[in-house]
C-alpha cells in the first residue's frame, strides 16, 4: 500500500502517514525500523504494510516508494 509521510519525530522514530484518502495513520519506531529508513522528510512517498481491521490497522513497515 502506498501512503505519504506526514510526520516524523527522528527521537522517537515514529510518527503518521496519510493515506490516499487523506486518513491519517500512526506509525511507531519497530514499523519504522523494520523499513531500514535513517530518516523520513514530510511529503515523501512510501511503501506500508498494515496489519489489523481496515478502520483501525496498525503499519507494521514503513519503506521509500520506489518506481
Do not use: C, H, N, W
Amino acid at each position: 500500500m502506498q501512503a505519504t509521510a506526514y510526520t516524523y519525530d527522528p527521537g522517537t522514530r515514529s510518527g503518521q502517514v496519510l493515506l490516499d484518502d487523506g486518513t491519517p495513520v500512526p506509525f511507531d519506531e519497530a514499523a519504522f525500523d523494520a523499513g531500514g529508513l535513517r530518516l523520513l522528510r514530510p511529503g515523501q512517498r512510501v511503501r506500508i504494510e498494515v496489519e489489523g481491521p481496515k478502520e483501525s490497522p496498525r503499519i507494521t513497515l514503513v519503506t521509500l516508494q520506489t518506481f
